[in-house]
């Protein structure tokens, strides 16, 4: 399984249809991290997800000074680590607070199941009307680069 596959089958199993979900944010959004994906709320609140498709990308990330930082977590409602089955393994390198969801592929489809509820920030801050447009304008701005990327890599 690819990170692209799992991020495709994660924007379904959060709702693209009723979510702004965004890949990729890091630059103008005042994280000090690339988030792989943003998920908002109808109601303004923020889930993160972390996509890890291999053990090294996983262990690796236990020790990144982004787990220490908590000042990027405070518009956050919840963050979880997706990672395919076969890492459930390796899950003491996923910090406490995440939830975790696996990806499972059965006949070329990938299926997401939670594996563990992740807590919730209670102190979390809903976005202002202006932060979801901010978001939701990375993501239109995405469009357009796969777009161009897909003409020109034929």
């Not at 990308?57 to 979880?80: A, H, P, S, T, V």
């Not at 395919?84 to 006949?107: Q, T």
Request: glycine residues 4%; charged residues 25%; proline residues 3%.
């Amino acid at each position: 399984m690819t990170a692209n596959e799992i991020e495709i089958a994660v924007a379904c199993y959060f709702g693209y249809r009723k979510n702004i979900i965004v890949p990729n944010v890091s630059w103008g959004w005042n994280f000090n991290h690339e988030s792989d994906l943003l998920v908002i709320t109808p109601s303004g609140y923020v889930t993160e997800v972390e996509i890890k498709v291999n053990k090294y990308d996983l262990i690796n990330d236990k020790n990144k000074k982004k787990w220490q930082l908590l000042g990027w977590r405070r518009k956050l409602k919840r963050f979880y680590f997706v990672i395919p089955y076969d890492l459930l393994h390796y899950i003491e390198n996923i910090p406490d607070f995440a939830g975790i969801l696996f990806a499972w592929k059965e006949n070329n489809e990938i299926e997401i199941h939670k594996y563990r509820e992740a807590n919730i920030n209670k102190h979390a801050k809903k976005l202002s009307k202006s932060e979801i447009r901010h978001i939701a304008h990375l993501g239109a701005m995405r469009i357009w680069a796969l777009k161009e990327k897909l003409i020109y890599n034929k």
